[in-house]
């Protein structure tokens, strides 16, 4: 169908848009970046923009970097949703065409029990009628013939169904898997993160089940990365995805929670408990020295901080990561690389 006059006119001028905004920033002008400035222009994602204005005020330009950051948190998860509707869909179709097939077994069956029962009402003159006799005969073996070939295509096509019913399942386990991983450190993304948290929450609420939560990031990111470069900086990232990970165990989440900044929830987990999990997850941070990889130049130790609260009864999503976040600040304005926990807080307010 051809798209009318008007509306050619308006997407037109938002290519435009974004293409100017390109090139007054200097960016490459590849289908993401294209991608990300057409959905600016357009306007319709608010916290894109809201993200995009904010760096802007700040650093007065935006980098590639931070363009596949943003394209990570607002529009590849849009992608990945049109994948799962696109695998959901199909799935829809194949079950339909699963029914289609039963319900054409089931007239099959239906048709052969009514040859069975005409078979059945013969008298017993037309039995003895041997002319008579090979026709029900006849008639009977014609239509188990027909009954057997319909169930071998039944058969087929249901073997042929579950295998595609089962590819799709495992295609739509492994989108929904990406649609709650984040790419670079392979940990829970913010999504996850937020789902695992109110499910937590309300465990505690109803069965009293009690869960820490530790935030973290790292020190002095932005200049670490400023000097060494985004790919440093993504290997720095990694290396302390890696120390979340061989420092937690069985239901523990870890999740990156935005830029350079982590979050770890841990079940069943006391206050004096998660304290000693953030200090085991400080120590191996910092006892891994890094190292540029193409000449193995060592640039020195990476050093984090980290802030550690536990529920309490009447607590909300947001009111506990507020307190995990005020213990992080209080982290930073220790020193650095060090742990804060919320009795820590309350001592000093006291």
Not at 146 to 162: F, M, T
Not at 324 to 341: E, H
Request: aromatic share 4%.
């Amino acid at each position: 169908m051809a798209i009318n006059r008007s509306e050619y006119e308006r997407t037109l001028a938002i290519a435009e848009t974004a293409l100017s905004r390109i090139k007054a920033l200097r960016l490459a002008a590849n289908p993401r970046n294209f991608e990300i400035w057409y959905t600016y222009a357009v306007g319709g994602n608010e916290e894109l923009n809201k993200t995009i204005n904010e760096t802007l005020r700040k650093e007065e330009n935006i980098t590639e970097h931070e363009l596949g950051q943003i394209y990570q948190q607002y529009l590849s998860t849009a992608h990945l949703s049109e994948q799962t509707d696109e695998i959901g869909s199909r799935i829809s179709g194949e079950i339909e065409r699963v029914m289609s097939t039963i319900d054409l077994a089931i007239g099959s069956a239906n048709m052969y029990s009514e040859s069975l029962a005409g078979a059945a009402n013969i008298s017993e003159e037309q039995l003895a009628d041997r002319d008579q006799m090979r026709a029900v005969i006849s008639s009977l073996v014609s239509a188990t013939k027909e009954a057997q070939d319909a169930n071998l295509a039944l058969q087929a096509n249901l073997v042929e169904s579950r295998k595609e019913i089962r590819e799709l399942q495992k295609n739509l386990d492994e989108v929904r898997a990406e649609a709650l991983t984040d790419p670079l450190t392979t940990l829970s993304n913010r999504k996850s993160f937020q789902d695992s948290i109110t499910r937590m929450m309300n465990d505690a609420e109803k069965k009293g089940i009690p869960f820490s939560v530790v935030l973290t990031d790292i020190d002095h990111f932005k200049k670490f990365n400023d000097a060494y470069g985004h790919l440093t900086g993504d290997q720095v990232l990694r290396l302390v995805a890696l120390a979340l990970k061989d420092n937690l165990k069985g239901q523990d989440v870890a999740a990156r929670y935005g830029g350079e900044e982590f979050a770890i929830l841990l079940p069943k987990t006391t206050l004096a408990a998660a304290e000693i999990v953030a200090n085991h997850i400080r120590t191996s941070v910092m006892s891994k020295e890094l190292l540029r990889r193409s000449t193995k130049e060592s640039l020195g130790r990476v050093t984090i901080s980290l802030g550690v609260a536990t529920w309490r009864e009447g607590d909300t999503v947001p009111t506990l990561l507020e307190r995990a976040d005020s213990c992080l600040y209080g982290a930073k304005r220790a020193g650095r690389n060090c742990v804060v926990s919320e009795t820590a807080l309350d001592q000093k307010v006291a």
